[in-house]
T-cell receptor, first 110, second 111 residues
Framework: TQLLEQSPQFLSIQEGENLTVYCNSSSVFSSLQWYRQEPGEGPVLLVTVVTGGEVKKLKRLTFQFGDARKDSSLHITAAQPGDTGLYLCAGVGSGYALNFGKGTSLLVTP | DVKVTQSSRYLVKRTGEKVFLECVQDMDHENMFWYRQDPGLGLRLIYFSYDVKMKEKGDIPEGYSVSREKKERFSLILESASTNQTSMYLC??????????FGSGTRLTVV
């Protein structure tokens, strides 16, 4: 199993603040995915990054894939309470199954 | 809208019972997966299937089995439920190595 380490584990911020979540591994992945999970629901895909150095934007969310395809980051600008949830990164390796990080639990308070 | 449907949102079972968790997808995906999710441990893969009647053990298969008789349905079986199997169970499907579509989860409590 290829391990993915996410940091921080927990994050509690005020509405309007910026934040960055990190996803790191010693393994190379062919692509990396980010999911958001709301309480009581299954994770939902936010984005897939494929190319080393790639940057993708989804409204206030910016995703970056490291040049060596071993790490990724998620930056949220001007966080809103609706951004609250568990953010999971997942790497596509050589097998059928994704390797998931343990997640970053984000709480945005008004 | 594509969907993965898990048969129950909440289940309470007694220790020693045989428990069936059902998952159905309508996307004609080859791959289906069962994970359990526990605080501090993240998502852990129990079993997956890449074709009808095919199954592969994940990281924590002990105490579980699976069945995939039809492409759209993947069942997780707890042979004899124990309290340490109390957890959130998530089913997912995917096309080859593409992204997952998850179900809403089944929160199982074993008493």
């Amino acid at each position: 199993t290829q391990l993915l380490e996410q940091s921080p584990q927990f994050l509690s911020i005020q509405e309007g603040e910026n934040l960055t979540v990190y996803c790191n591994s010693s393994s190379v992945f062919s692509s990396l995915q980010w999911y958001r999970q709301e309480p009581g629901e299954g994770p939902v895909l936010l984005v897939t990054v494929v190319t080393g150095g790639e940057v993708k934007k989804l409204k206030r969310l910016t995703f970056q894939f490291g040049d060596a395809r071993k790490d990724s980051s998620l930056h949220i600008t001007a966080a809103q309470p609706g951004d609250t949830g568990l953010y999971l990164c997942a790497g596509v390796g050589s097998g059928y199954a994704l390797n998931f990080g343990k997640g970053t639990s984000l709480l945005v308070t008004p | 809208d594509v969907k993965v449907t898990q048969s129950s949102r909440y289940l309470v079972k007694r220790t020693g019972e045989k428990v069936f968790l059902e998952c159905v997808q309508d996307m004609d995906h080859e791959n289906m997966f069962w994970y359990r999710q526990d605080p501090g441990l993240g998502l852990r893969l129990i079993y997956f299937s890449y074709d009808v009647k095919m199954k592969e053990k994940g990281d924590i298969p002990e105490g579980y089995s699976v069945s995939r008789e039809k492409k759209e349905r993947f069942s997780l079986i707890l042979e004899s439920a124990s309290t340490n199997q109390t957890s959130m169970y998530l089913c997912a499907s995917s096309l080859r190595q593409a992204s997952y579509t998850f179900g809403s989860g089944t929160r199982l409590t074993v008493v």
